[in-house]
T-cell receptor
Framework: DGGITQSPKYLFRKEGQNVTLSCEQN?????MYWYRQDPGQGLRLIYY???????QKGDIAEGYSVSREKKESFPLTVTSAQKNPTAFYLC????????????FGSGTRLTVV | QQPVQSPQAVILREGEDAVINCSSS?????VHWYRQKHGEAPVFLMI?????EQKGHEKISASFNEKKQQSSLYLTASQLSYSGTYFC?????????????FGTGTRLTIIP
């Protein structure tokens, strides 16, 4: 079955360290997205990509970086510059038009210790 | 700018009806609705496109008033499985795939 896979499910990071969250999809979707979810704030867009080797900043891109070298993969790096990185991170993908909705991964819960 | 959802939370008894509203200050091309259960990924329910259409999905339906930039999600004869947090996602542009901006969510609790 097609889907979107995020790993790891839980991640602990020490302050000052960079960490990379994995996101892989086999839905043949052109567009991929990273959202951050905090209690009471809904989903906020970090970065998105509509085509390989191209991506755009979302509303809260500071302290994050991404790459899109393959259609199937859209890893997110949380850098030490991100002031408050503890959150639930969701990756999503969609067709180029988005008309059939977004498919979300099961998320990665990142905790800074 | 995030769309505004109301109410923030609602508790219903099984079999009761609920309405969740989503309002934007921007002109919209489409509205998506998703449901997320605790600790899980959001699941796509439906999309409404500019044109004021109403769509249905089992006992869950929605409407979109593009003049008011508002959408409403209707849950009739609610079931225990309807519990979760509902998010609307709004799309502003109508060329290509424009990113969604999500509301802060409405937590729905169904009790027996």
């Amino acid at each position: 079955d097609g889907g979107i896979t995020q790993s790891p499910k839980y991640l602990f990071r020490k302050e000052g360290q960079n960490v990379t969250l994995s996101c892989e999809q086999n839905l043949n979707h052109d567009a991929m997205y990273w959202y951050r979810q905090d209690p009471g704030q809904g989903l906020r867009l970090i970065y998105y990509s509509q085509i390989v080797n191209d991506f755009q900043k979302g509303d809260i891109a500071e302290g994050y970086s991404v790459s899109r070298e393959k259609k199937e993969s859209f890893p997110l790096t949380v850098t030490s510059a991100q002031k408050n990185p503890t959150a639930f991170y969701l990756c999503a993908s969609s067709s180029r038009t988005g008309r059939t909705g977004y498919t979300f991964g099961s998320g990665t819960r990142l905790t800074v210790v | 700018q995030q769309p505004v959802q109301s109410p923030q939370a609602v508790i219903l008894r099984e079999g009761e009806d609920a309405v969740i509203n989503c309002s934007s200050s921007k002109a919209l091309y489409s509205v998506h609705w998703y449901r997320q259960k605790h600790g899980e990924a959001p699941v796509f329910l439906m999309i409404l496109l500019k044109g004021g259409e109403q769509k249905g999905h089992e006992k869950i339906s929605a409407s979109f008033n593009e003049k008011k930039q508002q959408s409403s999600l209707y849950l009739t004869a609610s079931q225990l499985s309807y519990s979760g947090t509902y998010f609307c996602g709004t799309e502003k542009a109508n060329f290509g795939n424009e990113k969604l901006t999500f509301g802060t969510g409405t937590r729905l609790t169904i009790i027996p």
